[in-house]
DNA sequence: CTACTTCCTCTAGCCACTAGAGGAGCAAGA
DNA sequence: TCTTGCTCCTCTAGTGGCTAGAGGAAGTAG
């Protein structure tokens, strides 16, 4: 049986997350100590795995919810899992497409740049002048 | 003069996100009527344009805070804008390569899948043992 | 004058955590 | 036995960048 510590350090999820995951009922209560410390066994540890290669991957908890649910009961049919993994492929290559876009975009404003003062400033006149835009990148979910 | 309404339709920022732009201090108080209505010039239609160019642009809030009080002192060198844009710039290439090793571990996963059921899923397996997987994409930012 | 639209302020919610307060349990060393 | 230091507990609030909704006032067209 692990400490919650411990089943922090077997899937490279932090403490507080465990226990947020607890909350929100990704993962079931666990049993506990005498001393009302949590205590998990490897069925857990396997789920936590699960649900940290899933967020790795970028599903949402919303669709590694449903992804739980379905590997509970192994006599259904794939096909909504796959779903789910495609929608999930898409959302990630659009997500590409767009990041390349800017990518260009800041690389193009950065040739520009002549390291003057800020009143030749090519990053600032660019930012402040969209038409100067050698593509439109614009109008999409708003990246960091 | 425009209402915030107008600089909305001008500027394609959302009514809501405006006044939230004047409440974090991006954007000055406006004037207003006598109905108490904001009014908009075109200094800060022109201020909100950057804000969305850069936003557009991934750029962070916080980031788009330093180059607006850079673009306000026209003297200055401009290093410090080149350094926020090359900052970005390397945030941007480093979820590209991350999102590509994603994308493509999707790819392997779902090619893979026999849609079969959920015992013999390769995308529920694959999410439940990360040592199925090709490449290491594991500890990243957690991307949607 | 009435109906409709735009605007006002304020609060709360979204996602997926993260940070911190304030306290209790527990193992090892002096 | 006491103390030190670590892990753990619960609870609340904060993050970024908005978005949604309540409840009301102002402006405009017919």
Redesign the interface.
Known sequence: MLSIGQLSEAT?VKVPTIRYYEQIGLLPEPDRTGGNRRLYGEATR?RL??V???????F?LESIRE?LR??D???????A??D???R??R???A??AR??A??D???R??EM?S???????R??ET????ALCAED????E???
Chains 1, 2 share one sequence.
């Open positions: 490279g396997k795995a699960f940290r290669h899933a967020r790795d991957l970028g949402p992804l379905m590997s009961d192994p006599e259904r049919s794939c096909v899992a796959d789910i993994a495609r999930q492929l959302a990630v290559k997500r590409i990041l390349i800017l990518r975009e800041l690389e404003m950065l740049c390291r003057g003062t800020i009143a030749e400033c990053v600032i930012l402040g002048d969209h990148h614009a109008g999409g708003g990246e960091v």
